[in-house]
């Protein structure tokens, strides 16, 4: 049935507005290959920079994350980017602000405010690392040197307007591709890199995806594809989590991680890559 929405041939891919440690912003034409034809539903529930949403064709998409400052600053753009361009645009970005920012950020109520403030921390702090502590603060410190040019109003309005039929939630990756999936509709899966128990990554959220979700990834995966719509996945797990997905696997994807937060532990990495959907020929 047609939902009256018309799918959109974009040229070239919208550039995210947020910096994000693990975005495949990178990759996006290797990924976009693979997408199928005349796909009008796409669901991303690891957003992190919605890299993948910003650059593809769709009708309909859902965005979402366990991370509730992210998905807000989402809504704001959608909503507002001229708003959340004023906000962002007035603070000074210098080592000093930067801090007086965080602090401000971390008090602060749901706001077009915040939602700047979330913006300025994300281009300024360091290697676009979103961390809390115990008590759910930011606190990620000062990087702001030499962090690219900062997203201009044509950039956070283009993307904006990518994002009017874009729906945002927050929540765990299953349960919304439980709650959205439609029929041949595409899901794409970026989790977080979780290797192990003892290395694993918290810090992003309490419930932050770790070596204990991996079962019910494959879970989900594997129900995708019963159901008939397509997935794509791209991660750097255990070999546990590669076998399990052979069947499915087609390659790899080189990526840049930093080891231990450093620039100057910066390695080359291969995620590798997963989708039941027709490869295309070249």
């Not at 309005?157 to 439609?182: C, H, M, P, T, Y």
């Amino acid at each position: 049935m047609n939902s009256g929405k018309i799918l959109i041939e974009i040229q070239t891919p919208t550039r995210p507005p947020l910096r994000w440690a693990g975005s495949k912003r990178k990759s996006i034409k290797t990924l976009t290959k693979l997408v199928p034809k005349g796909t009008s539903h796409i669901i991303e529930p690891f957003a992190g920079s919605a890299c993948f949403t910003l650059g593809v064709n769709f009708e309909t998409a859902v965005i979402g994350d366990l991370n509730d400052r992210l998905m807000e600053f989402y809504e704001h753009l959608k909503s507002d980017p001229v708003g959340v361009y004023a906000s962002f645009s007035k603070i000074e970005p210098t080592r000093e602000r930067y801090f007086e920012v965080r602090k401000d950020f971390n008090d602060a109520t749901p706001s077009i405010e915040r939602a700047g403030q979330f913006l300025f921390l994300n281009r300024y702090c360091f290697n676009g690392i979103f961390r809390v502590n115990l008590s759910g603060k930011f606190n990620v410190p000062w990087g702001g040197e030499k962090v690219g040019k900062p997203p201009s109003l044509e950039d956070l309005i283009r993307a904006s307007e990518r994002l009017v039929n874009v729906k945002v939630r927050i929540g765990d990756f299953q349960e919304i591709i439980e709650n959205e999936q439609k029929p041949g509709c595409l899901v794409y899966l970026d989790p977080p890199y979780a290797r192990n128990e003892e290395r694993v990554f918290r810090e992003y959220h309490k419930d932050s995806f770790s070596t204990l979700d991996w079962e019910r990834l494959i879970e989900t995966i594997e129900e995708i594809d019963r159901s008939g719509s397509n997935f794509i996945l791209s991660y750097a797990g255990d070999g546990e989590v590669v076998e399990r997905l052979a069947k499915w696997q087609i390659g790899f994807l080189d990526v840049t991680r930093n080891v231990g937060g450093f620039k100057s532990s910066r390695r080359k990495f291969r995620e590798f890559l997963a989708t039941n959907c027709e490869i295309p020929v070249e």
